[in-house]
């Protein structure tokens, strides 16, 4: 005899297997704010978007949406475009690199970075110097690269990949200065009287 499968309780004392979507997204709904909630999705937010959608995703008012977005477009977190009469958000890119380089002091020390700055760097002047080129763009139209198989496609991305890393790898450098110095937290640790600096 085969015995049938026990339906799990519910919380409200119902039968039915309730939805781990739903049970997920209720979690998230109690345990955070709605700006919490408005700033997570925008982090996820690399093609801009109306505040409606952002709102719908975020379960919030499109009223309280736009009124957050607001809020982290006047702190860098968001950028905004018009189209017609329709804003539409997305994450800065200022937001994407701090991240990045914030989680690459994570890992690393400045010294490292630095190190690594300079490796970066001495690997891209052996490029211009072999090729006769200043940059990946000079280099892709001297060497007409158009095939995604040519040898010389993959040097161009590795080029763009490496000079994007460094620019990460520097942001990443001021970062800790900033912090360093106390100019992340307004207090200039250098000065001689601990008078804390406007930033």
């Known amino acids: 005899m085969t015995?049938?499968?026990?339906?799990?309780s519910r919380a409200d004392g119902g039968t039915e297997p309730r939805d781990v979507n739903e049970a997920v997204e209720a979690e998230w709904i109690?345990?955070?704010?709605?700006?919490?909630?408005v700033h997570d999705v925008v982090?996820?937010?690399?093609?801009?978007e109306p505040a409606d959608e952002v709102a719908d995703r975020a379960r919030v008012s499109p009223t309280t949406a736009r009124k957050h977005l607001?809020?982290?477009?006047?702190?860098?977190?968001v950028t905004t475009t018009q189209e017609g009469r329709t804003t539409r958000y997305r994450r800065s890119?200022?937001?994407?690199?701090t991240e990045h380089a914030q989680?690459?002091?994570?890992?690393?020390?400045?010294?490292?970075?630095?190190?690594?700055?300079?490796?970066?760097?001495a690997t891209m002047q052996e490029w211009r110097e072999e090729y006769?080129?200043?940059?990946?763009?000079?280099?892709?139209?001297?060497?007409?690269?158009?095939?995604?198989?040519?040898?010389?496609s993959a040097l161009l991305r590795e080029w763009q990949t490496t000079r994007r890393n460094v620019a990460l790898a520097q942001a990443a450098l001021a970062i800790a200065e900033a912090s360093r110095s106390g100019h992340l937290t307004g207090t200039d640790r250098d000065g001689d009287d601990g008078s804390s600096l406007t930033v």
């Open 103 to 121: 989680s690459l002091l994570a890992e690393r020390t400045p010294e490292e970075i630095a190190t690594g700055i300079a490796d970066m760097k």
């Open 30 to 37: 109690e345990e955070t704010t709605p700006f919490e909630r």
């Open 3 to 8: 015995e049938e499968p026990i339906s799990p």
């Open 43 to 48: 982090k996820r937010t690399y093609e801009a």
């Open 93 to 97: 890119e200022t937001a994407i690199v």
């Open 132 to 152: 006769g080129v200043e940059s990946p763009e000079e280099f892709a139209r001297e060497l007409n690269v158009v095939d995604a198989d040519d040898e010389h």
């Open 70 to 77: 607001r809020t982290l477009a006047d702190a860098g977190e």
